[in-house]
């Protein structure tokens, strides 16, 4: 009904950049926000970066002023540029959006599978 593909993950050494890219398709009426979030084994799935379809935008502390988190609307397409990585940027990095589809009225959250990044000292 609803499919969130993430792509752009991989292995990257300290100081580098890496840009995510997460595309929504399927019986889409609506997309309210878009996101990121991360996840090490063992545990849990944090915010990394969330943006709203009127363009706000939110931040973890940890990556406030290295990540930009961006949008294209036309695309159905959430981008997530990331800085100056550090090794505790290692994780995996799933997309999250809130999504109303032509199916019904409500907004149902739908994530994407992940997407590994490494980034080495």
């Known amino acids: 009904q609803v499919q969130l593909v993430e792509s752009g993950g991989g292995l990257v050494q300290a100081g580098g950049s890496l840009r995510l890219s997460c595309a929504i398709s399927?019986?889409?009426?609506?997309?309210?926000?878009m996101g990121w979030y991360r996840q090490v084994p063992g545990k849990q799935r944090d915010l990394v970066a969330v943006?709203?379809?009127?363009?706000?935008?939110n931040y973890a502390g940890s990556v406030k002023g290295r990540f930009t988190v961006s949008r294209d609307n036309a695309k159905n397409t959430v981008y997530l540029k990331m800085n100056s990585l550090m090794p505790e940027d290692t994780a995996v990095y799933y997309c999250?959006?809130?999504?109303?589809?032509?199916?019904?009225?409500?907004?149902?959250?739908?994530w994407g599978q992940g997407t590994q990044v490494t980034v080495s000292s």
């Open positions: 999250k959006s809130s999504v109303r589809t032509t199916m019904g009225p409500a907004f149902v959250d739908y």
């Open positions: 943006i709203t379809d009127g363009g706000i935008t």
């Open positions: 399927g019986r889409l009426f609506s997309i309210n926000y």
